[in-house]
């Protein structure tokens, strides 16, 4: 059996011939030797460098031993959980550092360029390195600090955690993960080679550490054996890295890439490689303008993918939402975009923390803040103290047959207990008084507190055609009056008062005698292409009599019909006394993000339907005889209109901010130490990452959250002090961070220690079991998180083989280098005894090619994690045997009941 990816084959057969080459090279210790060496007594309690020896430790009896232990044991778990919320900062400060981002030029066929955002931090890499550091590091520091204070001599605390923790991480955590999955639901690894490789070299870093404790220097670990232990490291980083970028051997051909239809979206034409030659036929290629290797493609390709799913975002909450400006769409789709877009295993790391300690959900908690920018506010200064008068509208459209209307004045601030008075008079425009109009002249009186009066115009009606006309009506003469309404002789209060536009609102007369003149507004019109439906409107002047028929049709420009947009109907029907509407159009968003494409849209003679008196088109066509010919509804001097479709540019601005602004570093990170102190003593709600509930539905805490939260709020408070990651680009919260989790380490270090000698726990079986336990519950939780929410296993599962390997590397290399090379500047050797650790990396070996070889037969199935019901519970059943299994033997082996090897 072999599992191909899509790049190259990679095949768990590996993994079983590394496993059989072990088993043959085992050298078995024959019972009666290994009995000799070995000593299944615990050594008794001598103090740590922290906690001092808790007196007397002599004829304990068992009450006390159970008193102290639970003690010690509740120390430990306290410690955990500040060890885990420190970690949240830390995985906060890694979070920021691998989201930076550099901008690539991409210059597409036609010439034209476009900018892409890509990260810095290839995702294989930083999931290595800083993630895997961030995961892993009270068990690289554990293995560290107990070299150095057990004065370079070798401990079982810290390597054995290591290995139990890998234990507990490969079994446990992808047996939850499995299991967790919704039903029907199943999820897959995404990255299979890397995982592959990855799974590849944590079997080795535990091949390796066997064969330099029990073949090459049996008992004793050189400088040579520690270094290359931890250069193990880099090569791991190197080849996954070489692995995910598909280096080797597509080094050697060439690609063609190609503009897809979607534009500014690039596609490998992957059945075109060829060796590379410099004939490969490039017709259609896209440059990439500051792009440092091919393998950003990817990256590019992501982007690309990223800003679609924005972009769909953004045009679903626009239906849902028809009301709502492109502000309030703006913050609904960022927080959208954070809440649905991929997150890296820091993220779930950091939510899997807060929501066990009453912090919440990390989303729902964050408030996306905006800073905006001196363009984006526009503040009104307004005088209170002065009264200002104006039409209220300005402009008032009626039909010539509306008799009497009436227009609005208002008057604003001030001192509304006085008494004011303003004059009006009509004016001539196209319209005169007398003959269209009533002549109108009066005052209109405000009293005390009133803010809006109104006053009559009277409109006269006649049969006789007239084009649509116009006149005007002017406040002047403003004045002011005490509460009582007598005038100020002193005009003390003119200052106070004044006149504010519109103070000449304008009407316009619509003629009801003609069927009306039928044209559009503009002669182009702008349209996104994202709009989905558009309405043009078509307008009727000069008569609104009638019932008129308007066929229109359009003609293709650059933009088609059936592929960029298409109509609804063929006419629109203007019934009586209707001025306007609309012809609607469906414009299709082939999701191109820079479009330009035209058509026409042309109106036909308009026809009428029915005359005003009610008679049907049959009457009406024998009247029209009757009619002069200045009396048929007519097309206006605009009755074509050019529709340009193009990309909404407020859209794409939104869009381009999303793509900048929806970055989980910015929900994860803080800015100020204010945040974090406002954080560390805020309770919130458990609630999931899929909950829709409003602002104003929010879940109030539970009872179990305002526990958990006062009982970390210690901690909390202190990690609160830690740098906010805005500082030195999220660096200067790295380092305090990982300072924190040294000092923090270094007391479960001593409680560990005590604990063990306390209940008569060997130091080696603590660390595969409480220690490693304790370590792992955050990621047990982030790993769950990851499972249930991504849609990859990436993040829950597809980390572990590379954290496991991070850890012998790192956790066990470092401290083995500065051990070894310690002893060497000393004049002797260091010396590591096989005793349990051994067997515990030989059956891990074991069960983890088992584990891996289960992960490659589950994906025949449908996925890794998921799946039918039998086959969940039998792979947990398999999987928490295989953890069990390692646990016990590692005992027996530890208390001299079954011989080491």
Known sequence: MSVSSARGTVSPITLVLLATVLLIQLPVSSASESNETCNAYVKPCSGG????????????????????????????????????????????????????????????????????????????????????????????????????????????????????????????????????????????????????????????????????????????????????????????????????????????????????????????????????????????????????????????????????????????????NPNADMKTLEEMAEYEAINRGPKSRAFYRIQATRKLTGGGNVVKKSKIERKASLDDVKIEVKDDSTTRVYFDPGHYTVMENVGTFYLTVTREGGDLNKTLYVDYKSEDGTANAGSDYENAEGTVVFYPMETHKQFPITILD????????????????????????????????????????????????????????????????????????????????????????????????????????????????????????????????????????????????????????????????????????????????????????????????VVDKLLKKANVSLVVGTSSWREQFIEAITVSADKDSGDEDDEEDEKLPSCMDYVMHFLTLFWKVIFACVPPTDYLGGWACFTVSIIMIGVLTLFIQDLATEFGCTVGLKNSITAISVVALGTSVPDTFASKVAAVNDRYADSSIGNVTGSNAVNVFLGIGLAWTIAAIYHAVQGNSFEVDPGSLALSVTVFCIEAVLCCTVIVVRRKFGGELGGPFKLRIVTVVFFVFLWLFYIIMSALVAYCVIPSI
Request: charged share 25%; proline share 3%; hydrophobic share 40%.
């Open 49 to 320: 460098l922290v906690f001092p020896l808790w007196q007397p430790v002599s004829n304990l009896s068992v009450g006390d031993k159970i008193a102290r232990g639970a003690v010690y044991f509740l120390g430990m778990v306290y410690m955990f959980l500040g060890v885990s919320i420190v970690a949240d900062r830390f995985m906060s400060a890694i979070e920021v550092i691998t989201s930076k981002e550099k901008e690539v030029i991409v210059r597409k066929p036609d010439g034209t360029t476009t900018t892409v955002n890509i990260k810095i931090w290839n995702e294989t890499v930083s999931n290595l390195t800083l993630m895997a550091l961030g995961s892993s590091a009270p068990e690289i520091l554990l293995s560290v600090i107990e070299i150095c204070i057990n004065n370079f001599q070798a401990g079982d605390l810290g390597p054995s955690t290591i290995v139990g923790s890998a234990a507990f991480n490969l079994f446990i955590i992808t047996a939850i993960c499995v299991y967790c999955i919704p039903e029907g639901e199943n999820r897959t690894i995404k990255h299979l080679h890397v995982f592959f490789l990855t799974a590849t070299w944590s079997i080795i870093a535990y091949l390796w550490l066997y064969f330099i404790l029990s073949v090459s220097s049996v008992g004793v670990v050189h400088i040579w054996e520690a270094i290359v232990t931890l250069l193990f490291f880099p090569a791991t980083v190197i080849t996954a890295y070489i692995a995910d970028k598909k280096l080797f051997p597509y080094a050697f051909l060439s690609k063609k890439y190609r503009s897809s239809r979607h534009k500014g979206m690039v596609v490998s034409s992957e059945g075109d490689h060829e060796l590379a030659d410099g004939k490969a036929n490039h017709h259609d290629e896209v440059v990439f303008k500051g792009v440092s290797e091919e393998s950003d493609i990817k990256e590019i390709k992501e982007f690309e993918e990223h800003r679609k799913e924005y972009m769909d975002i953004l045009r679903e909450l626009r239906k849902k």
């Open 462 to 653: 006649d049969d006789i055609f007239e084009e649509d006309e116009h006149f005007y009506v002017r406040l002047s003469n403003l004045r002011t009056g005490d509460s009582q309404g007598m005038f100020d002789s002193n005009n003390s209060g003119a200052g106070e008062v004044k006149l504010i536009p519109p103070f000449v609102a304008t009407v316009m007369i619509l003629d009801d005698d003609h069927p009306g003149i039928f044209h559009f507004e503009e002669k182009e019109m702008n349209v996104p292409e994202a709009i989905g439906e558009v309405e043009i409107k078509v307008v009727r002047s000069s008569g609104a009599r009638g019932t008129v028929r308007v066929p229109y049709h359009t003609t293709d420009g650059s933009a088609k019909k059936g592929r960029d947009f298409d109509t609804t109907d063929t006419e629109v029907i203007f019934h009586n006394d209707e001025t306007e509407k609309a012809i609607l159009l469906k414009i299709f968003d082939d999701e191109e993000y820079e479009k330009n494409e035209t058509f026409q849209i042309h109106l036909d003679e308009p026809l009428i339907v029915r005359r005003g008196s009610g008679r049907r088109e049959s009457e009406a066509q024998q009247e029209e005889e009757h009619l002069s010919e200045m009396a048929k509804p007519r097309l206006g001097d605009i009755k074509t209109l050019c529709v340009h479709i193009q990309e909404s540019y407020e859209f794409k601005n």
